[in-house]
């Protein structure tokens, strides 16, 4: 399964690598791939997708499912 996240606040590398490791730390990823240039975030895997919402907004940035 895979759950597209909107992300805004990101400005550069290390707001990806903050992301990124936020969302690799909910349970049921398996993988995450962030995008700056497009402000997006694709996870695979079987996470709750409020909780991958929730990961996002706790470094700092906000988050919100795509097609939700």
């Known amino acids: ?5 909107k992300v805004t606040g ?3 590398g290390h707001c990806v ?3 990124e ?4 730390g ?3 990823v398996e993988g995450v791939q962030v ?3 497009q402000g997006k975030a694709s996870v695979q895997g079987n996470a709750n997708p409020e909780q991958l919402v929730a ?5 700092g940035y ?3 499912v795509v097609g939700a």
């Open 26 to 28: 909910v349970a049921g």
């Open 62 to 64: 906000a988050a919100e």
């Open 55 to 59: 990961a996002v907004v706790e470094e």
């Open 10 to 12: 990101m400005s550069c």
């Open 35 to 37: 995008s700056l240039e």
């Open 1 to 5: 399964m895979q759950t597209e996240l």
């Open 17 to 19: 690598k903050a992301v």
């Open 21 to 24: 490791t936020a969302l690799k």
